[in-house]
């Protein structure tokens, strides 16, 4: 259950910033976050191995059974049953070396009869010179941890 969880995750992350483009050389923190979200929503495993640090992709990788192509069909799998409805950056903020990128994400899971909001966090760290995606977190719904209509987890 918790490999689909770690799965799921990155796929929400995906979906949410599915329609905010990509950055180019020397991009923000959250221009590396939409980039490897785009990539969750198309499978681009070459991609996500590129924009996140070494633990966070072999967690990911480990979360697809260690086979790159099921990963890849799991994450589109995933993807495609999200529609999202609304997707905010809250803040970004960088200390030397490390950047966290908070979101607001609202979002209708296959079968259910109402939106789901969750507030995230995606910590990242710079390594030569790029910021790569370290860590995930799900803050909870709207007002923070434990929110009505989220969940609290960690990646």
């Given at each position: 259950?918790?490999?689909?969880g770690i799965v799921a995750a990155m796929a929400l992350v995906?979906?949410?910033?599915?329609?905010?483009?990509?950055?180019?050389?020397?991009?923000?923190?959250?221009?590396?976050?939409?980039?490897?979200?785009?990539?969750?929503?198309?499978?681009?495993?070459?991609?996500?191995?590129?924009?996140?640090?070494?633990?966070?992709?072999?967690?990911?990788?480990?979360?697809?059974?260690?086979?790159?192509?099921?990963?890849?069909?799991?994450?589109?799998?995933?993807?495609a049953q999200v529609m999202l409805k609304d997707y905010t950056?809250?803040?970004?903020?960088?200390?030397?070396?490390?950047?966290?990128?908070?979101?607001?994400?609202?979002?209708?899971?296959?079968?259910?009869?109402?939106?789901?909001?969750?507030?995230?966090?995606?910590r990242l760290k710079k390594i030569e010179g790029e910021w790569?995606?370290?860590?995930?977190?799900?803050?909870?719904?709207?007002?923070?941890?434990?929110?009505?209509?989220?969940?609290?987890?960690?990646?």
């Amino acid at each position: 259950m918790r490999r689909r969880g770690i799965v799921a995750a990155m796929a929400l992350v995906g979906v949410a910033f599915a329609a905010q483009g990509c950055g180019g050389p020397r991009e923000s923190p959250a221009e590396v976050v939409r980039a490897a979200s785009e990539a969750s929503r198309l499978g681009d495993v070459e991609e996500l191995e590129r924009r996140l640090d070494e633990r966070m992709f072999g967690t990911l990788l480990r979360a697809g059974g260690g086979d790159r192509e099921k990963l890849r069909q799991e994450l589109i799998s995933s993807a495609a049953q999200v529609m999202l409805k609304d997707y905010t950056v809250l803040r970004t903020t960088v200390e030397g070396d490390t950047a966290a990128v908070e979101t607001e994400a609202t979002f209708r899971l296959p079968g259910a009869t109402e939106d789901v909001s969750v507030r995230g966090r995606t910590r990242l760290k710079k390594i030569e010179g790029e910021w790569r995606i370290s860590g995930v977190e799900a803050m909870g719904g709207p007002g923070g941890a434990g929110g009505p209509r989220g969940r609290r987890g960690r990646t």
